[in-house]
């Protein structure tokens, strides 16, 4: 016998065959297995092909019962769907029918501030104007007013009155001169005598406080009549003194 084992040639073969029908042994016992599982398998798929079929058939009746349904809800849509865009038009039409408006109240509003900013500085202008014409109507106003004063006392010697409705002094020396039967030379010239000195000097004293009081009476007039004429206001304050 050799190192490595027999080196018959014969028992070499036969180790070899029987090594080769042990591996093909195994194989058909690998593959029965196999096919066993296969077969376990093929009736599974069959069991649910079968129960697919099933449900297929309940999903077809289903399908025919919605399908119905569906009929009816697909008329619905359109309706709902034609009363949508009808909705969706008049939104369209309210919207611009909005922002027209809303532009023409901005509009208005742009307009009316401009009215106001417009009146405000016209109004300041009326203001100065008004300022201006009291003005010159009180100093004209003072300037008659003291030529009618005048007047009063060099002409008639008619009582005359201050602003406040009291009579000027003017009246009370000339009516004193009247009652000393001749104290004046000449009593339509208002002209004292020589006895009636002091009552002269008291007499203008009264004059001078009631010509104030006319030029007082005439500014106060000129302010409370500011929308009135010139000439109007002049008149106004002459009749007041």
């Known amino acids: 016998m050799g190192l490595f084992g027999s080196s018959d040639p ?12 042990k591996a093909e042994e195994k194989n058909i016992k690998e593959s029965v297995k196999s096919l066993n599982h296969a077969e376990k398998a093929e009736a599974k798929a069959a069991k649910a092909e079968q129960k697919a079929e099933k449900h297929h058939l309940k ?3 289903f399908e025919e019962k919605t399908a119905g349904v569906l ?3 697909t008329n619905k849509h359109e309706e709902a769907y034609h009363k949508e865009n009808i909705a969706a038009s008049e939104v369209n039409q309210k919207q611009h029918a909005h922002s027209t408006l809303s532009n023409a109240v901005e509009q208005k509003k742009a307009q009316l501030e401009n009215l106001q900013k417009k009146h405000d500085v016209n109004e300041q202008s ?10 010159a109507a009180a100093s004209s106003g003072n300037n008659e007013a003291g030529t009618i004063v005048g007047g009063q006392n060099s002409g008639t010697g008619a009582p005359a009155t201050s602003g ?20 004046f030379s000449h009593s339509q010239q208002g002209v004292p005598a020589a006895g009636n000195l002091e009552a002269h000097g008291t007499g203008q004293g009264d004059t001078s406080q009631g010509i104030n ?3 007082q009476s005439t500014a106060n007039a ?10 109007q206001r002049v008149a106004e304050a002459v009749r007041r003194m």
């Open 164 to 183: 406040a409705g009291g009579n000027v002094g003017t009246a009370d020396y000339q009516q004193q001169g009247n009652g000393a039967g001749g104290a």
């Open 222 to 231: 000129k302010h409370d009549n500011r929308g009135v004429s010139q000439e």
């Open 71 to 73: 009929n009816k809800a």
């Open 213 to 215: 009081n006319a030029h």
């Open 10 to 21: 014969v028992k070499q073969t036969e180790k070899a065959l029987a090594k080769e029908a």
């Open 126 to 135: 009326r203001e100065s104007k008004r300022h201006e014409l009291s003005g």
């Open 59 to 61: 999903a077809s009746k």
